[in-house]
């Protein structure tokens, strides 16, 4: 499992890989929180759990992603680290993180959503491989 931030013209980019599509999807979680936040000052605290349905690995990438970004916009939910386990279309994910602290944690970008330009999740035999590209 890991991940690369990468240049990007105009949004921000994030090379991932994993294992497994689980784990693929845990280095998106990563690679989030660390364009969002310095993954040093969040406290893992709290727990948040979601799922994610949907018919193919963009979805679910795209999909677990957006479920963040909402999680923060909306009950400025700041994650550290997920743990995601996948049964057929459906993506189950447990985050652990903790609720925003103004006197804490300064935010790094507003990404708005994960996108579906340019995205493609592929198998290598060895790992799963993806290139996110994030709407900042």
Request: charged share 25%.
């Amino acid at each position: 499992m890991s991940y690369k931030i990468i240049e990007h013209t105009a949004d921000l980019a994030v090379e991932l890989s994993g294992e497994s599509l689980g784990r693929l999807l845990e280095s998106a979680v990563l690679a989030y929180v660390e364009l969002l936040i310095d993954p040093d000052s969040v406290y893992p605290t709290l727990t948040k759990s979601f799922s994610v349905v949907a018919d193919n690995p963009e979805g679910m990438l795209v999909g677990v992603v957006n479920e963040l970004i909402y999680l923060f916009e909306v009950n400025e939910f700041v994650p550290h680290h997920a743990s995601i386990s996948i049964d057929g279309d459906t993506v189950y994910c447990k985050v652990f993180g903790e609720t925003a602290d103004s006197s804490r944690h300064e935010f790094l970008h507003c990404i708005k959503s994960a996108t579906y330009g340019g995205l493609k999740v592929e198998f290598d035999d060895k790992r799963y491989l993806a290139t996110l590209i994030l709407d900042d």
